[in-house]
């Protein structure tokens, strides 16, 4: 069996280190360029909906968008109908920084594709999401408390 895990992790994790190094001059720390763009382009998302979009646990989402509104990348407001629910935002600094986000991952896209047809990159597009949408099913298994069978 090919270690295809393996290889999407290590694309993963150096690009996430690239995006890393490259947005601390923005003040953006440890993968929190990933909830901003979310936000920027869901803007009105709820943290829950969020950390389910990113596949991270509500405690670790709660953490980075806290720092994102310490930071002035974002703004919580209250939802009209239920106090308790709090409406994320991108703030002005916020929509500033997107564009150079942005154009990181189109660059980033268009390195990691270089020398791939157009049906290729199609190819790949469409089994990767099958992909996820197969480990999202465990994911979701996972995090009501329930445990795999190897």
């Given at each position: 069996m090919?270690?295809?895990?393996?290889?999407?992790?290590?694309?993963?994790?150096?690009?996430?280190?690239?995006?890393?190094?490259?947005?601390?001059k923005?003040d953006l720390t440890k993968?929190q360029?990933?909830?901003l763009?979310?936000?920027?382009?869901?803007p009105?998302?709820?943290?829950?909906k969020?950390?389910e979009m990113?596949?991270?646990d509500?405690?670790?989402?709660?953490?980075a968008?806290q720092?994102l509104e310490?930071n002035?990348f974002?703004?919580?407001t209250d939802?009209?109908n239920n106090q308790?629910i709090?409406?994320?935002?991108?703030?002005?600094?916020?929509?500033t920084?997107y564009?150079y986000i942005?154009?990181?991952?189109?660059y980033?896209?268009?390195v990691a594709?270089?020398?791939?047809?157009?049906g290729e990159?199609e190819s790949i597009?469409?089994?990767?999401?099958?992909v996820r949408?197969?480990v999202?099913k465990?994911?979701?298994?996972?995090k009501?408390?329930?445990?795999r069978?190897?």
């Amino acid at each position: 069996m090919k270690e295809i895990l393996r290889e999407v992790g290590m694309i993963a994790r150096a690009l996430d280190s690239i995006s890393n190094i490259e947005f601390k001059k923005y003040d953006l720390t440890k993968g929190q360029y990933l909830y901003l763009v979310r936000i920027y382009e869901n803007p009105g998302i709820i943290q829950e909906k969020l950390a389910e979009m990113i596949k991270v646990d509500r405690t670790t989402a709660a953490r980075a968008i806290q720092k994102l509104e310490m930071n002035g990348f974002i703004e919580k407001t209250d939802d009209q109908n239920n106090q308790k629910i709090k409406k994320l935002f991108p703030t002005e600094k916020g929509r500033t920084v997107y564009p150079y986000i942005k154009s990181e991952n189109d660059y980033s896209n268009n390195v990691a594709l270089a020398g791939f047809s157009d049906g290729e990159i199609e190819s790949i597009f469409n089994l990767l999401q099958r992909v996820r949408k197969n480990v999202e099913k465990d994911w979701e298994f996972v995090k009501k408390g329930n445990k795999r069978i190897y």
